[in-house]
């Protein structure tokens, strides 16, 4: 156990719709991270927030955006999804090291 | 971050050590070699890093050749359930860069 949580655990919707993961970091953790990964693009970096604040930014598309809230937990909103949009999708909190929650695994159909 | 190379897959019989290499040639002088392995689409987990010294603990050892341009990751004794890709990183530590994944090594440990 990594001590960071993700929910929901999977996630089905259609094409259009409008999804919200969550992720609440280990405690202590200032640092979050969500990647995306599918099957043909591998493990890619979306974006980070550091204390509420964005610190840096990947492949996030458009549709996509996240925040931080207070208590650090942190969000990833998903718009207009398309199929291509279908992945697992991982939050990380760090210290050191990063350490990954157990993903949201999104399908669209 | 520099660049790293991992063959694709690797077999390994149960019990035996398990070396996976990695070869980052164009590694700098501050950045640290991460290895992260990731467990049929569970969370990628953290192994153990090291600059330039060999690193163990208690998953693993990770022995970094001088000239720091490879690396290789040994699992002493490895079990069925270290069937994993097995992602080799560098990067700078504690530099609060997201991680850049390549591709990895596909390990099959096989009874």
């Known amino acids: 156990d990594s001590g960071v949580t993700q929910t929901p655990k999977h996630l089905i919707t259609a094409t259009g719709q409008r999804v919200t993961l969550r992720c609440s970091p280990r405690?202590?953790?200032?640092?979050v991270y969500w990647y995306q990964q599918s099957l043909d693009q591998g493990l890619q970096f979306l974006i980070q927030?550091?204390?509420?604040?964005?610190?840096a930014k990947g492949n996030i598309l458009e549709r996509f955006s996240a925040q931080q809230f207070p208590d650090l937990h942190s969000e990833l909103n998903l718009s207009s999804l398309e199929l291509g949009d279908s992945a697992l999708y991982f939050c990380?909190?760090?210290?050191?090291?990063?350490?990954f929650g157990p993903g949201t695994r999104l399908t669209v159909l | 971050d520099a660049k790293t190379t991992q063959p694709t897959s690797m077999d390994c019989a149960e019990g035996r050590a398990a070396n996976l290499p990695c070869n980052h040639s164009?590694?700098?002088?501050?950045?640290?070699v991460y290895w992260y392995r990731q467990i049929h689409s569970q969370g990628p987990q953290y192994i153990i890093h090291?600059?330039?010294n060999n690193e163990t603990n208690e998953m693993a050892s990770l022995i970094i050749t001088e000239d720091r341009k490879s690396s290789t990751l040994i699992l002493p004794h490895a079990t069925l359930r270290d069937t994993a890709v097995y992602y080799c990183?560098?990067?700078?530590?504690?530099?609060?860069?997201?991680?850049?994944f390549g591709k990895g090594t596909s390990l099959l440990v096989t009874p």
């Open positions: 164009t590694i700098s002088g501050n950045e640290y």
């Open positions: 990380a909190s760090s210290g050191a090291e990063q350490f």
């Open positions: 090291g600059l330039k």
């Open positions: 990183i560098v990067r700078v530590s504690n530099s609060g860069y997201a991680l850049n």
């Open positions: 405690s202590g953790d200032l640092s």
């Open positions: 927030y550091y204390n509420g604040e964005e610190r």
